[in-house]
């Protein structure tokens, strides 16, 4: 139990578009999720939280007219990339936390490449 | 504010040998610790969790981790490396309830024969 899933694991655009990446809890509601960035051999940054029906809350730093965070129902969670640009470049991850087991799963992550 | 430390960047074990990644943290209150286990290009993987009572967890995979309140540490241990555990490792810290965790730099391990 417990899976998350990401789609799509890798995308490739062209600086300039747009780029939806989709967060799904599969067996399990979840009200909260994260979303973290990896930049390549390091760690993962909290970029913000998505909570259900509500907007997101973003960390310092990261911005919010680029990064649109959707959370239309208890098991879907979206990022969206806006006008990227090749220092978007990245992999993200998301995570969802099972109510009651103060623990986050994590999705296997998406690898973005800007052109 | 919640930080997390993993002092090695990078150790390299032989096959068969015992391991232990080490892992401090900086936590106002009781922290809620884990371990995670990431492959290249893959998600994260919960290997084990601490949030309170036997300071000593069993893991998956053969791992444990002992939480020391003292030395503020949470080291990961494994009596014996396979080649497969071979990946980057972190530590996280957060607290009850749907807050994000706070992750340690990770331990890049290599396994070789």
């Known amino acids: 139990g417990a899976v998350v899933s990401q789609h799509p694991s890798r995308v490739i655009c062209k600086s300039g578009t747009s780029v939806k990446i989709e967060c799904r809890s599969l067996?399990?509601?979840?009200?909260?999720m994260f979303w973290y960035r990896q930049f390549p051999k390091q760690s993962l940054m909290l970029m913000a939280t998505?909570?259900?029906?509500?907007?997101?809350?973003?960390e310092q730093g990261v911005e919010k007219d680029k990064f649109l965070i959707n959370h239309a129902s208890l098991t879907l969670s979206t990022l969206t990339v806006t006008s990227a640009h090749p220092e978007d470049s990245s992999f993200y991850i998301c995570s969802a936390t099972l109510a009651g087991r103060n623990t986050q799963y994590f999705g296997p992550g998406t690898r973005l490449t800007v052109l | 504010a919640q930080s997390v430390t993993q002092p090695d960047i990078h150790i390299t074990v032989s096959e068969g040998a015992s391991l232990e990644l080490r892992c401090n943290y900086s936590y106002g209150a009781t922290p809620y610790l884990f371990w995670y286990v990431q492959s290249p290009g893959q998600g994260l993987q919960l290997l084990l969790k601490y949030f309170s009572g036997d300071t000593l967890v069993q893991g998956i995979k053969g791992f444990e981790a002992e939480f020391k309140r003292s030395q503020s540490s949470f080291n990961l241990r494994k009596p014996s490396v396979h080649w497969s555990d071979a990946a980057e490792y972190f530590c996280?810290?957060?607290?009850?309830?749907?807050?994000?965790?706070?992750f340690g730099k990770g331990t890049r391990l290599s396994v070789i024969a």
């Open positions: 067996d399990f509601q979840a009200t909260t």
């Open positions: 996280a810290v957060g607290a009850p309830g749907n807050t994000p965790l706070v």
């Open positions: 998505s909570n259900e029906g509500s907007k997101a809350t973003y």
